[in-house]
Every structure is written in C-alpha cells, then in structure tokens.
C-alpha cells in the first residue's frame, strides 16, 4: 500500500465500501467564522449516507479560551463513543469543501491513536461528481465503546514551539501569503499580523487542487521552495490548527510522519503579548 493510498480514499472506492458494517463515515466540516456557513445545518441538508457530524467546536476542550483546541482524552471518548464510533472501526472523514477541515479531524483521530483512517480524496464534492447518493437530517446511532491512546509526539505547545524556533527548527505556516507578511489582518479579533520569527509560509491551498491533494512531486516542491525539508522534522501551524493539519496530511502522502501541529497555532501565538512577531516574507 502507498502512503497515498494509506491516508486517502477515492469516491469510486468509498461506494464500493459503504455500508460496511467495520467503516463509519465521518462529516467533518468545518468554516471560518467569516464564511458566513454553518456546517451543521450544512450536513442536516444533505450528506453521504449514514455519515455523522463532527463538530469540531464542540468536540473540543471547552475549558480552554482558544478555539476548537484538542479534547481531553476521556471527553473525546464520550464523544466520539456517542457518533456510534467504536474501537477498530475504519474511519473515513470529508468535509464539503474537498479539503480543508476533513484532514483536521484525521489528525485528531491519530493523535487519539487510531491509524485506521483516511481523508475522502476531494470530499463531498468528488462524491457527488462520482455519483454517489445522498441523505438529509440528522442521525441517532447507537452508542459504542471508544478508548483512546493518545500519542502526544504529533502535538506541539506553546513552549516547545518557542524551543523548537530558537533552536532553527522547521515551522510550517498554511496561513495565505498576505496574513503571513503581515498584509492581511487576522479574521479574528486582537491578533497582531504577520508570523513567528523563522517560520516558512506553505500555505495549505498551494497543495490543493481541485479540492483533492496535487501529486507528491507537487507536494514535495511546495515545502522545498519554502526551505523546509518534506522528509524532515516539520512542525506545522496555521490560524487556528485546521489548515495546519492539511500540510500535516501532505507530509503523511510523502511518507513523513516525523510532524507535530502546533494546535494553538496563530489564535495562540498572535495574542499573546510575550510572543514576537515579525512582518514580510521568510
């Protein structure tokens, strides 16, 4: 198996597959607050079927100010145990924009110790170009059990990215070019403009086409041209650690899974008054 198809699935494949009773279909979307979208009712209109809704705002660690931040193991169990998802299960997340908040919650699922789960190649779209049937409203499955096993190598903090940057490590930015620079202003409020010192900018819809990832040697050129090394030790990051985990998924393609996401990301870094901030390109 390549580590292509180890990490993506395509439509064709995922309708030969549905209604295995050992695969759950996950709708992950998820939209900035400017988008003017609501994911939920998004899904309740129509989604693949059998699929439930990861929200995730709310699988998340509500205690924490900062968005949409990783749960604490125990609540996510309950969560996710409540999606009708149980332990060993194969799982197959989407999102409809193609790709964009699906590869956040693989990264989730992973760090909670499942391997057993792959992004939709082109999401929701790509389903329906291939003609796969639909289903509106919501679901109520039945519960089951989930344990979670976290492995808290794939997540960096707010002080191992200050080591990390201090010592020359690789940070990988997906924010846009212009909220990197520093040109854009931040879409949420009281977050200073531009990037953390030493940062590369890759940003996430260079690796995508067509909502589905570019070809590896695409994917490989994306990182060299920013001066990182794909088959290195990357810590990727972004607003607020959605895009980030598209570039983590790109990284997982190449066959590198030496990455952490820095889930704090730039809500984190850019509020912070301790924190430096410079502007213009890397």
């Known amino acids: 198996m390549s580590e292509r198809s180890r990490w993506l699935i395509d439509a064709e494949t995922l309708k030969t597959r549905l209604g295995d009773t050992n695969l759950v279909v996950v709708d992950a979307s998820w939209h900035l607050p400017t988008a003017g979208r609501d994911a939920a009712a998004d899904y309740r209109e129509q989604h ?11 699988i998340s660690d509500r205690d924490n100010p900062l968005p949409h931040m990783l749960p604490p193991p125990a609540a996510f169990e309950t969560a996710i145990g409540r999606l009708g998802i149980g332990d060993g299960q194969e799982i197959v997340v989407y999102d409809t924009l193609g790709l964009f908040s699906a590869a956040r919650v693989w990264w989730t699922f992973r760090v909670m110790g499942v391997e057993t789960v792959r992004v939709l190649d082109g999401g929701l779209p790509a389903w329906i ?5 639909l289903e509106a409203g919501p679901r109520n499955p039945s519960p089951r059990p989930f344990h979670a096993n976290v492995d808290p190598a794939r997540v960096a903090d707010l002080a191992a990215v200050r080591d990390l940057l201090a010592a020359g490590g690789a940070v990988a930015d997906a924010r846009p070019a212009d909220r990197f620079t520093g040109a854009a202003p931040e879409p949420r409020p009281g977050l200073r403009s531009g990037h953390m010192p030493g940062a590369r900018n890759v940003p996430f819809a260079t690796l995508v086409a067509n909502g589905r990832l570019k070809g590896d040697a695409e994917l490989a050129a994306a990182f060299s041209d920013a001066g990182l090394d794909p088959a290195g030790a990357v810590t990727t990051s972004c607003g607020s650690g959605v895009s ?39």
């Open 48 to 58: 693949i079927p059998g699929a439930v809704f990861f929200d995730i705002d709310r």
């Open 129 to 133: 170009a291939a003609g796969g049937a």
């Open 244 to 282: 980030a985990a598209v570039l983590t998924l790109a990284l997982a393609v190449l066959g590198n899974d030496a990455t952490r996401l820095y889930d704090g990301s730039w809500a984190e870094w850019g509020s912070r008054p301790d924190t430096e901030v410079v502007t213009g390109p890397a």
